[in-house]
């Protein structure tokens, strides 16, 4: 039960780390196998600095308004802790004093970007270039956002850009192997993101990645080596517990896999996948009960995840919940009309439930059976 492989999260959360360009990404989908990896770490610890050098220069703002580049440097500061929407007035009040610098129009893609607007921010970051601003970060923004944007080729030829100002930039060599990764390339993908772990060994995302990816080519012999390598560095991250389940899955060890599922949501409950994964096994061995919450979560983020709302719909049957099931089972006759099976459910389903409820009134006399096809007519008959 795949789903399609994407790095908006892995973008998220190394961004975040790292404290590059900021921050989250608004893809959906790719290429290459179906399945795909899906958290921020919050700048807390990192914030006190910029966030202190922002308010020192408000009081050289109030002496010298129509200085611009006292506005540039606020916001540098402020969107470095995190104050993206102050950072974005303050570089536009720049801006507005002053349109020559080329870095001001660099500040202001970098606040777009981490206000998920890509468009504006790749507009801003060419005007950048057009003012002759130039650097290495500059084509990283660029082409992690057209990354974000499936605009694949774009993207590698930004990062290829940043590897040749700096080959060791191991940003650019992890965006890189998700620009493979997307595009079915699972040997330059895994490349890329061994470089880069190499120059990053600490980083726990890039071990996701590794592990993820492995793991969605159905080597998880190889994926669980990386996974297990990240939980000794950060034991509670969420993605690499589902990574480690998901090798145990793989590799035919359920009760394994649904312990570390179940830890994986504990430390976010927001990872749909576990609670998909999580479900499919429940249901597999048949624990109902078990299997019906961890659907039911992973409908809501996913409404059409392969074969969960099938599941869903028989667990609920399975215990006694016909109206409940007949619900999920008219939701799978909405997406696929022609399957009589399926109406036949929302037939069975509303009996049994009708007959649950002690409705006698217009309860069946016979055992439900699945409905007849029309008979088809013939000429000059009716």
Same mark, same amino acid.
């Given at each position: 039960?795949?789903?399609?492989?994407?790095?908006?999260?892995?973008?998220?959360?190394?961004?975040?780390?790292?404290?590059?360009?900021?921050?989250?990404?608004?893809?959906?989908?790719?290429?290459?196998?179906?399945?795909?990896?899906?958290?921020?770490?919050?700048?807390?610890?990192?914030?006190?600095?910029?966030?202190?050098?922002?308010?020192?220069?408000?009081?050289?703002?109030?002496?010298?308004?129509?200085?611009?580049?006292?506005?540039?440097?606020?916001?540098?500061?402020?969107?470095?802790?995190?104050?993206?929407?102050?950072?974005?007035?303050?570089?536009?009040?720049?801006?507005?004093?002053?349109?020559?610098?080329?870095?001001?129009?660099?500040?202001?893609?970098?606040?777009?970007?981490?206000?998920?607007?890509?468009?504006?921010?790749?507009?801003?970051?060419?005007?950048?270039?057009?003012?002759?601003?130039?650097?290495?970060?500059?084509?990283?923004?660029? #082409? &992690?956002?057209?990354? =974000?944007? $499936?605009? /694949?080729?774009? %993207?590698?030829?930004? +990062?290829? @850009?940043? !590897?040749?100002?700096?080959?060791?930039?191991?940003?650019?060599?992890?965006?890189?192997?998700?620009?493979?990764?997307?595009?079915?390339?699972?040997?330059?993908?895994?490349?890329?993101?061994?470089?880069?772990?190499?120059?990053?060994?600490?980083?726990?995302?890039?071990?996701?990645?590794?592990?993820?990816?492995?793991?969605?080519?159905?080597?998880?012999?190889?994926?669980?080596?990386?996974?297990?390598?990240?939980?000794?560095?950060?034991?509670?991250?969420?993605?690499?517990?589902?990574?480690?389940?998901?090798?145990?899955?793989?590799?035919?060890?359920?009760?394994?896999?649904?312990?570390?599922?179940?830890?994986?949501?504990?430390?976010?409950?927001?990872?749909?996948?576990?609670?998909?994964?999580? #479900? &499919?096994?429940?249901? =597999?061995? $048949?624990? /109902?009960?078990? %299997?019906?919450?961890? +659907?039911? @979560?992973? !409908?809501?983020?996913?409404?059409?995840?392969?074969?969960?709302?099938?599941?869903?719909?028989?667990?609920?049957?399975?215990?006694?919940?016909?109206?409940?099931?007949?619900?999920?089972?008219?939701?799978?006759?909405?997406?696929?009309?022609?399957?009589?099976?399926?109406?036949?459910?929302?037939?069975?389903?509303?009996?049994?439930?009708?007959?649950?409820?002690?409705?006698?009134?217009?309860?069946?006399?016979?055992?439900?059976?699945?409905?007849?096809?029309?008979?088809?007519?013939?000429?000059?008959?009716?």
């Amino acid at each position: 039960m795949n789903q399609k492989l994407s790095v908006q999260d892995g973008l998220r959360r190394i961004g975040k780390r790292y404290g590059w360009l900021a921050i989250g990404l608004l893809i959906t989908g790719c290429g290459g196998p179906t399945e795909r990896p899906d958290r921020m770490v919050p700048l807390a610890t990192v914030q006190s600095g910029p966030h202190i050098q922002a308010q020192e220069l408000d009081g050289a703002i109030t002496r010298q308004p129509g200085n611009a580049s006292l506005y540039a440097r606020r916001a540098a500061f402020r969107l470095d802790a995190g104050q993206v929407e102050a950072a974005l007035q303050d570089i536009n009040q720049a801006l507005d004093l002053d349109d020559g610098p080329g870095e001001f129009y660099f500040t202001k893609a970098r606040a777009l970007r981490a206000q998920y607007h890509l468009t504006a921010a790749l507009e801003a970051a060419a005007d950048a270039a057009r003012h002759g601003f130039a650097s290495p970060e500059l084509n990283l923004l660029v #082409g &992690e956002a057209n990354l =974000a944007t $499936r605009h /694949y080729q774009a %993207a590698l030829d930004q +990062l290829d @850009r940043v !590897l040749q100002q700096e080959p060791d930039h191991v940003a650019a060599l992890f965006y890189k192997g998700l620009a493979f990764a997307a595009t079915g390339d699972t040997t330059q993908a895994v490349d890329y993101l061994r470089a880069s772990l190499l120059r990053d060994p600490r980083q726990s995302e890039i071990l996701h990645q590794l592990a993820f990816l492995l793991n969605a080519y159905h080597r998880p012999d190889q994926g669980a080596r990386y996974a297990a390598r990240g939980l000794q560095l950060d034991p509670n991250y969420a993605p690499l517990l589902y990574d480690y389940a998901r090798q145990f899955e793989l590799q035919a060890a359920p009760d394994s896999a649904l312990r570390y599922y179940a830890q994986a949501l504990q430390q976010d409950s927001t990872l749909y996948r576990a609670d998909y994964h999580l #479900g &499919e096994l429940a249901y =597999a061995q $048949r624990r /109902y009960p078990v %299997a019906i919450p961890a +659907l039911q @979560r992973a !409908l809501r983020r996913a409404p059409r995840l392969p074969e969960a709302r099938q599941q869903l719909a028989e667990s609920l049957e399975n215990i006694g919940r016909y109206a409940e099931a007949q619900a999920q089972y008219r939701q799978l006759v909405a997406e696929n009309p022609s399957n009589r099976h399926w109406t036949y459910k929302v037939w069975k389903t509303g009996e049994r439930a009708r007959g649950f409820s002690g409705d006698t009134t217009t309860r069946s006399r016979v055992s439900a059976v699945a409905p007849l096809a029309p008979r088809p007519t013939t000429a000059g008959t009716e």
